[in-house]
């Protein structure tokens, strides 16, 4: 009987290893995008984030949340205080309890975070055929590739190749581990129409959603690339000064 358990027990890691082989050949690796905000001097395009937040509001919004991200933190890409306030109030924030110890919804302020977009896991799972759709606040941070990885996972989405086994519900996309992810394809070509007249093509519009979800993820990134720039600065010029004081100070001494 444990011959019988152990040789069972080496079949099914053969299984789960071939499994993890096949689904290895089919991963790629997002290439490397050029943005704004890379490098040192690196800066957040504001139009471009802009109609980033267009396509997470009118798109991602309905499964993801921004945990992390309140109305007043959308001062920083330009919004006027006006704007942001009535942005706030067309959303119902849950509040409460009232002097009758019930809770109670109310028109959304600058100071509230974006609401989620579900009462509960079990209510987001049920809606999103068991799959827990991820809180995007951090999510460039959170991925191995970043901001790279988010882009090209939006538009990622393919037919699965012959002899893939594509479990019911979920779709296949080839920079996803494993290649079945839960998620539909949700960017496309016109999905989303821009007041400024910037190019809509799927590209394009994922493009600028990943650089407004960097954003949610590193809203202090200019003020750090800025902070570092300084700091480098003042310590080279300290080197500066250092060197010639040392010159000056030992030249008379006799080595």
């Keep these: 009987m444990k011959k019988l358990l152990l040789a069972a027990a080496a079949v099914a890691a053969l299984n789960v290893s071939s499994t993890s082989l096949r689904a290895a050949e089919h991963e790629a690796h997002p ?4 943005w704004s905000f890379n490098g040192v001097l690196g800066e957040f395009d504001r139009e471009q984030v802009q109609r980033g937040f267009q396509v997470y509001k009118e798109i991602c919004s309905a499964c993801h949340s921004l945990n992390y991200v309140a109305f007043r933190n959308l001062e920083t890409l330009g919004y006027s205080e006006a704007q942001i306030k009535t ?5 119902d924030i849950d509040d409460g309890p009232n002097d009758q110890g019930e809770m109670f919804k109310r028109k959304g302020k600058a100071s509230d975070r974006f609401p989620h977009p579900f009462p509960n896991e079990q209510a987001a799972r049920l809606a999103n055929n068991g799959a827990l759709p991820p809180d995007l606040s951090l999510m460039t941070k959170a991925r191995e590739g970043g901001p790279d990885y988010v882009y090209h996972l ?3 989405y393919e037919d699965a190749p012959a002899g893939f086994h594509l479990l019911e519900g979920l779709s296949y996309n080839k920079y996803f581990p494993g290649n079945q992810i839960g998620m539909p394809k949700q960017i496309s070509d016109g999905v989303v129409t821009f007041a400024d007249g910037s190019p809509n093509d799927a590209a394009h519009i994922a493009k600028d959603v990943t650089a407004f979800l960097h954003w949610a993820a590193e809203p202090k990134l200019e003020a750090r690339h800025s902070t570092g720039l300084r700091v480098t600065l003042y310590a080279l010029l300290f080197a500066v000064l ?5 010159r000056r100070l030992w030249k008379n001494i006799p080595h």
């Design 242 to 246: 250092a060197f010639f004081y040392k």
């Design 31 to 34: 290439p490397k995008e050029d």
């Design 87 to 91: 942005l706030a109030a067309t959303y």
């Design 154 to 156: 939006m538009l990622g």
